[in-house]
């Protein structure tokens, strides 16, 4: 049998999924954040600030830059793998908040915790993300929450189809991610409470970036 002949249509549009599945796919993201302007998110810290300032306007004004379900796949999957393991440990989903004198709070949450070590899920597409080794962003993420719980050990869980790699992260330089996010947390809180974005960082987020016409535009909202 040729089974080619027998496909009528193929799609990689996460929009034709069925509409329970893609009710589900926004319900779970629509929950995972609720911004405060006198707190920041650790994870709104590891990327371009100029863009966490964007959302937060966009989710403000009500407007809708950021709500297709072809934005909110890559967090689902990863919520997904979240629900399904760290419910598994009786220290998980551990939520953690860093106040910086005279300036915002850093909140984030801690996927689990286990014989001492706090351990990080990481979704990605496959393993050919990870070939030069575990993404910066989501080290200094773990460094961070280890520093904060004092924790002295840490362990990076990715997790695709093909299956999982772990890295054990050296936690001595922990305290040197701390002062780098806080200052970038208080860049972040000036910018929310002046509504002026922050300065332009240019990288490889700028090609993706929904809030890309806007930036470049010099839209300052």
Same mark, same amino acid.
């Given at each position: ?5 027998? $496909?009528? @249509?193929?799609?990689? &549009?996460?929009?034709? +999924?069925?509409?329970?599945? *893609? ?10 954040? /609720? ?8 994870? /709104? +810290?590891?990327? =371009?600030? !100029? #863009?966490?300032?964007? !959302?937060?306007?966009? !989710?403000? @004004? ?6 297709? +379900? ?41 996927? %689990?915790?286990? &014989? ?13 993300? $990870?070939?030069?080794?575990?993404? /910066? ?15 002295? !050990? ?24 701390? #002062?780098? +996010?806080?200052?970038?947390?208080? *860049? ?10 922050? /300065? ?5 987020? =700028?090609?993706?970036?929904? %809030?890309?016409?806007? =930036?470049?535009?010099?839209? @300052?909202?």
């Amino acid at each position: 049998m040729d089974v080619l002949s027998l $496909i009528v @249509s193929e799609s990689e &549009d996460v929009n034709e +999924l069925p509409e329970p599945i *893609k009710a589900h796919i926004q319900d779970v993201t629509s929950r995972e954040y /609720e911004y405060r302007d006198n707190s920041v998110h650790v994870t /709104e +810290l590891l990327y =371009c600030l !100029r #863009k966490a300032y964007y !959302r937060r306007m966009a !989710r403000k @004004s009500g407007d809708n830059l950021e709500e297709g +379900l072809d934005k909110k796949w890559y967090l689902y999957r990863g919520l997904i793998f979240d629900e399904l393991w760290t419910g598994l440990f009786p220290r998980n989903q551990v939520r953690i908040t860093h106040r910086i004198p005279e300036g915002p709070t850093i909140v984030g949450r801690i996927d %689990f915790i286990h &014989d001492g070590v706090l351990y990080e899920l990481k979704t990605i597409s496959n393993g050919y993300a $990870i070939k030069d080794g575990p993404k /910066e962003q989501h080290v200094k993420q773990a460094l961070f929450y280890a520093w904060v719980e004092n924790v002295k !050990r840490v362990r990076l869980i990715y997790v695709h189809l093909g299956g999982v790699k772990i890295y054990e992260i050296d936690t001595s330089r922990a305290y040197e991610v701390v #002062k780098e +996010l806080e200052e970038r947390a208080r *860049k972040l809180w000036s910018a929310i409470k002046t509504m002026q974005p922050p /300065e332009r960082e240019e990288s490889w987020e =700028c090609k993706y970036c929904e %809030f890309r016409e806007i =930036c470049l535009g010099g839209d @300052s909202r």
